[in-house]
């Protein structure tokens, strides 16, 4: 067996009915609850009611994320915010970029400084020194697995890049992932995550990082995670294929956390660091074709993938059959399958394919050459 290194929140607490457990998580972790979310949960959510309920007898504030993912500036007005509350501890309902936030706060608000200072790639960069405040990750979505993951992806609008902040000290104290909560998720919302997911799934599976642990979870959550993408479009609101989804991201977070991903995820940070491009619509539109650039060294390995979940392939080669599934997703959940409606300049091809070149490209099975990202790019943007 091949040594491996496995790093997770201390509890997770999956399937319907899971919230109910979070008044005894939290009052186990303190009394006064930094309640992190989106704009549109505070003002619209159904869930607000069992969210009061459940932080009853707590003294409580709110903050409501940006939209988008994290960056420098909207992070530092966050943790000034947070230090004047003084938190015991967060609690962070929402998608990647609420549950990625929450990650940052619990760094900063434990270790003041500047982000930057905690940012990988930047300059007098530290690592996180100890454990941040203890934070409760509730997903809405079904996509990122930011719930379980170590790093907090965040944006330089500086310097138009992405950078995380990465440390085992900033997983989750406790994950609790109900399906119920993604039973209104907009279906193009629900495509762009899931995709995401997926993405994250086939990545971690073909890694130069991945273990026998990693592929063995992937096996049991790929199908069930392709099966629900491939009907929510037409049963929204059913609850097993939401509770399949969001089963295939929670093991697509542990997966990327312990494994790494690979080039579509490379792609995806690069366009995303500069342009305002979805993170899951970028990541399902580069991994086609990243796949077809792999192929000669993944095909026997996605084959084993397919034969172990169950995979229904006939007579099609498994990278050109899980392509065409992608193509095929995005269409049914009316999302592009290109990047073009984005008007990014063909002159900035070069320079993504420089940003491109982090931590997801160097785990991809194979290096892709300068010239080769240049005409990945080029055949999207």
Known sequence: ????????????????????????????????????????????????????????GCVVDRLCCEAGEPST?????AAAK?????????????GGSVLDTAKALSAL?????????????????????????????????????????????????????????????LLAKTVVVDPQLTFSLPLATTGASGLDALTQLVEAYVSRGTNPYVQSIIE???????????????????PTLRSQASFGALVSGIALAN???????????????????????????????VLSANAQLIRGTLARLADRSGAPITGADTVTWLGEQVKALLAAYGLPSDLREFKIPAGKIAELAEKSSGTSMRNNPRELSRDERMEILASVI
């Not at 500036?73 to 007005?77: N, T």
């Open 109 to 169: 608000l434990r270790f003041p400084a500047p982000v930057e200072r905690y940012l990988e790639g930047m300059e007098g960069a530290v690592p996180v020194p100890g454990p941040g405040l203890p934070w409760v990750a509730v997903p809405t979505t079904a996509g990122t697995g930011a719930e379980v993951t170590k790093n907090a992806v965040v944006k330089s609008e500086a310097l138009g890049v992405k950078r995380s902040m990465r440390s085992p000290f």
């Open 82 to 94: 947070g230090s004047r509350f003084g938190p015991d501890v967060i609690v962070a309902v929402g």
């Open 1 to 56: 067996m091949v040594p491996f290194d496995l790093e997770t929140p201390s509890a997770i607490h999956y399937g319907i009915g899971a919230i109910d457990k979070l008044p005894k998580i939290v009052r186990g972790l303190g009394s006064r609850v930094l309640v992190l979310s989106g704009r549109r949960w505070f003002s619209e959510s159904r869930w607000q009611e069992r969210f009061s309920e459940a932080l009853e």
């Open 259 to 289: 494994a790494g991903l690979g080039a579509a995820h490379g792609f995806a940070a690069a366009v995303g660091g500069s342009f305002d491009v979805p993170h899951g619509l970028a990541c399902a539109v580069f991994l086609p074709r």
């Open 220 to 238: 049991g959550a790929f199908m069930p995670m392709l099966d629900a993408l491939i009907k929510l479009p037409q049963s929204p609101a059913d």
């Open 73 to 77: 500036r909207s992070l530092a007005a």
